[in-house]
């Protein structure tokens, strides 16, 4: 991103705030129809993709070079071409009136200056799937086989793309012009109000002394502060800039330091209440209330930080790490005195559960956090400050916006060539009887879009192509949704293109794909909970409270067992065949039976007592990674 000064810096900061006020005000007064509001968006959004992102790498970082501001003007045109002959674009019938010539030649330009945008602002592999899925429209009827499209001509392909709601500015987008910036905005308030900084504090204060207290406060400071950014790079760099360097200084190597962020930070997308966009795009995508998704997410996500606390508290026990000393971090006294910081929190998931829109339950936490800011003179948050709160939250709305436009382009192909039943048949066609392998299959499409793509669009790109799979072989909807929702955010710690380990080992200073691999052996669990819930919506609190609680229970004797396994501690080293009993009973404890569950269960209970109590004699595990 450029850093700009002067008269440039001034001009993009008003741009920037007038595209903020403008969404703070479709989000108290409501939006316009679905398709202006978003193009509208998209029009002033794409701009800033030319006028923050350089070319190259070689291009001006200091400056905005003409060709950008030219770039960034025509970026505009398309959208402002539709505000201005919008009765006509909504009244035309389509694939029966014929594209005009100006329709044309706007289509083309914005997919074109869209492509360069993606290029810049999310990377080379969005922009080459969304060509690839674009050029499938165009030139399938060339393929062979299964894979043969229907004929469509350019101008039919333009139409798709630019004058309908599901090409670019398709659900993706909607989320991105409505909810997605009114959290963003939140995001800012929360940070300027000293809400954000207050959960490091939290963190510090209350898990700080423990066993490997730095990780401990990485691993709360990012669940907290990673559940309302939704960006786990981001994350990284938030809280670990201070963690990372204090896990290193009591003995942790470096790689297991940056491995502790890495899984940390990413696990904050998967924790309520917002969780990124993309938990409000599969709330409209099964068009349910986006509260049913904060529900049944909530376990999974306890679950999973539950596991990486353990994994990182048994990994300090077996190597004798000690927390901070509790005269250098905050009194839990002075923090409890701050706790109405959590209000702006507490006052979102309240509208939320009350039934009220998500725009309208953040316009709730913005007040709020105006309003905690008060007492404090240091955050009290005057006209300066909420304007550079509303500022500093959309700035950082490029790149959701973008990657959600790119990303329709592939479901407008889906939902025009019917490739996605084709790619369903393909695999019902390997997977056979098996549904397990489909599930194995579609892990691995999710989590190779996830390589090197932001969460949201490797979410949108793998709910189109994997969730119709699951469907068809009678996973829950939800289950489906949250399956492939998981191994798009876990692509972020999976080497060997793992963004997540990658900024974390440049702030540790270690090798990036070690750091990825440790972080993948700390965040073991989300490999295998997404299973669980496809079989056992339990966990996901979809059943009646006697099966609710037997889901609950499976994964947390679960977690205790694989956490044993992938350490190999409990209060001495464990022998590789005692890790491996661990295993199989974890398994065991995670499979649809209940019989099978209630074994598995007790044989991880019966093997903690029994290997920790019975059996004194160190079996020679593998050395400590930490030091």
């Known amino acids: 991103m450029r850093k700009l000064t002067g008269l440039t810096y001034k001009i993009l900061y008003v741009y920037v705030l007038i595209i903020g006020l403008f969404h703070l005000y479709t989000s108290v007064f409501g939006s316009f129809e679905a398709y202006l509001q978003r193009n509208i968006h998209l029009a002033m959004v794409l701009p800033l993709a030319f006028f923050l992102y350089p070319m190259t790498k070689k291009s001006p970082d200091t400056r905005i070079p003409i060709y950008d501001w030219i770039l960034g003007i025509l970026a505009s045109l398309p959208g402002l071409y539709v505000v201005f002959n919008y009765d006509a674009i909504t009244l035309r019938i389509i694939q029966v009136d014929p594209v005009t010539q100006m329709e044309f030649i706007f289509g083309l330009l914005l997919f074109v200056l869209l492509m360069e945008g993606t290029r810049r602002v999310v990377g080379l592999p969005l922009t080459i799937?969304?060509?690839?899925?674009?050029?499938?429209?165009?030139?399938?009827?060339y393929l062979p086989g299964i894979m043969r499209g229907l004929p469509f001509t350019l101008h039919e392909v333009v139409e798709q793309i630019y004058l309908t709601d599901e090409g670019i500015f398709s659900m993706p987008l909607g989320v991105s012009a409505t909810l997605v910036a009114a959290f963003l905005i939140f995001g800012g308030f929360l940070e300027k109000c000293g809400t954000g900084p207050y959960f490091m504090e939290v963190a510090q204060a209350f898990t700080g002394t423990a066993p490997g207290g730095p990780a401990n406060i990485a691993v709360m400071s990012s669940c907290l502060f990673g559940s309302i950014s939704g960006s786990a790079v981001a994350n990284v760099y938030g809280t670990g800039t201070f963690t990372i360097p204090l896990m290193k200084k009591i003995g942790y190597k470096p790689h297991f330091a940056g491995a502790v962020e890495a899984v940390a930070s990413s696990g904050g997308q998967i924790m309520p209440p917002v969780m990124g966009a993309g938990a409000f795009l599969m709330?409209?995508?099964?068009g349910v209330p986006f509260v049913q998704i904060i529900i049944a997410a909530i376990v999974p996500a306890l679950i999973y930080y539950g596991a990486v606390f353990l994994m990182i508290r048994l990994e300090a026990l077996k190597c004798g790490l000690q927390g901070l000393p509790a005269d250098e971090l905050p009194k839990k006294k002075d923090v409890l005195k701050k706790a109405y910081l959590f209000l702006p929190i507490i006052g979102l998931v309240f509208t939320l559960l009350k039934g009220y829109s998500p725009m309208y339950a953040?316009?709730?936490?913005?007040?709020?956090?105006?309003?905690?800011s008060l007492p404090n003179k240091e955050n009290r948050m005057g006209p300066k400050k909420i304007i550079s709160a509303i500022?500093?939250?959309v700035e950082n709305i490029t790149l959701v916006c973008v990657a959600c436009a790119s990303a329709g382009i592939a479901l407008s192909s889906v939902s025009l060539t019917g490739i996605g039943q084709k790619l369903v048949s393909l695999v019902l066609a390997f997977a056979g009887n098996t549904p397990l392998l489909a599930l194995?299959?579609?892990m691995i499409v999710s989590l190779v879009l996830g390589m090197g793509l932001p969460t949201t669009g490797a979410y949108?790109?793998?709910s189109a192509l994997g969730v119709p799979i699951l469907a068809k072989l009678g996973y829950p909807l939800i289950s489906a949704h949250l399956f492939v929702f998981y191994f798009a955010i876990i692509s972020n710690i999976t080497p060997p293109v793992a963004l997540a380990a990658y900024a974390a080992s440049s702030i540790a200073g270690s090798e990036p794909n070690q750091t990825g691999f440790t972080a993948c052996r700390l965040g073991f669990l989300a490999f295998v909970v997404p299973f669980a819930f496809c079989y056992d919506t339990g966990i996901l609190l979809q059943l009646d409270m006697i099966g609710n609680l037997m889901g609950i229970l499976a994964c947390l004797v679960a977690c205790f067992g694989f956490a044993f396994a992938m350490i190999g501690y409990i209060n001495r080293n464990l022998a590789?065949?005692?890790?491996?009993?661990?295993v199989v009973f974890s398994i065991m404890a995670l499979t649809p039976n209940n019989t099978l569950t209630l074994a598995g269960a007790a044989g991880v209970i019966g093997a903690s007592i029994i290997f920790s109590k019975l059996f004194k004699k160190d079996k020679g595990a593998p050395k400590c990674d930490s030091i």
């Not at 799937?129 to 009827?141: D, E, H, R, S, V």
């Not at 590789?576 to 661990?582: G, I, M, N, S």
């Open 440 to 442: 194995f299959l579609v």
């Open 391 to 393: 500022h500093d939250g």
């Open 283 to 286: 709330a409209s995508f099964l």
């Open 129 to 141: 799937i969304a060509c690839l899925f674009a050029a499938y429209m165009y030139l399938g009827i």
């Open 460 to 462: 949108i790109l793998a």
């Open 576 to 582: 590789l065949w005692e890790r491996a009993v661990f």
């Open 362 to 372: 953040a316009v709730i936490g913005i007040v709020l956090s105006w309003l905690v």
